[in-house]
């Protein structure tokens, strides 16, 4: 089931094409990572989403309602790069508050804790938290009146790693449950790892959109081979492969993404001279870089996300 809808969505600022008929679907239960430089476009597209501007032109369907209608906003939820909450609260306090404005229970508040592993932790006050924590809250916040689909931006900025891991594993079960998963994010390894399909916006126009095998096949990029030789077998291997020897007994290769079953062939033949074989595809960053036409340097120079 479809639950966010675009199709050839523009919007102009002025003389600046913010997006240029831009279109795809997100799934109920899909994860899909949103990625473009600073001003690609993705918070103007989150925005048009969330119903806060419209759009010039295209069409959009949030659970098959107008965004920014009433419909659509129950079924819809929100969490920024950075929420701010009453420090003298506590996250239950918090919570059964936003509870009582969306007209919903409060009993249910320390449920929602639970769910994104707050329990321990409910009645003490938000200025204590870390801000892992406060994600956290924000997170059940979000998940307010089991929205349908949820929109983030930036959701893991500032925090460590084991909150990183946590806070992905807790999205992995809300799609599990049927939500759907707008993200977006600076961090490409995280995203690659833990999301179904990429999108990827630049100056306005979506240039991919697809699961990252998919992606690795339309871009050709190389694929690296380390292979360990047996001692005293490094030259051999490297001869028979036509590849570089490296700290001794390494032995470095690159393949088309089409000829890797052909060299793992070669490998396999040359039988107990090789002791390992490790293959690097294209990471996540080589294949924005790619698609957005933006070298590493640049990227790193402009942000991307």
Known sequence: MTTLTLSQVTKRFGPTLALDDVGFTVDAGERVALLGHNGAGKSTLMKIVLGLISADAGSIQVAGAAPGSRAARRKVAYLPENVAFHPALSGL?????????????????????EKVGLA???????????????????????LIGKPRLLVLDEPTSGLDPVSRREFYAMLDVLAAEGAAVLLSSHALTEVEARTDRIVILSKGRMVANDTLAALRRQAALPTHMQVTARPGAADEVARALKGGRRNGVRVDLSCRHDEKLARLGQIAGLGDMVEDVELTPPSLEDLYSHFSGITPAARNERGAS
């Not at 306090?93 to 804790?113: D, S, T």
């Open 93 to 113: 306090e918090q919570i059964r508050l936003y509870l009582r404005l969306r007209g919903e229970k409060p009993r249910a508040a320390m449920e929602l804790l």
């Open 120 to 142: 321990d932790a409910a009645k003490r006050r938000i200025g204590t938290y870390s801000k892992g924590m406060r994600q956290r809250v924000g997170l059940a916040q979000a």
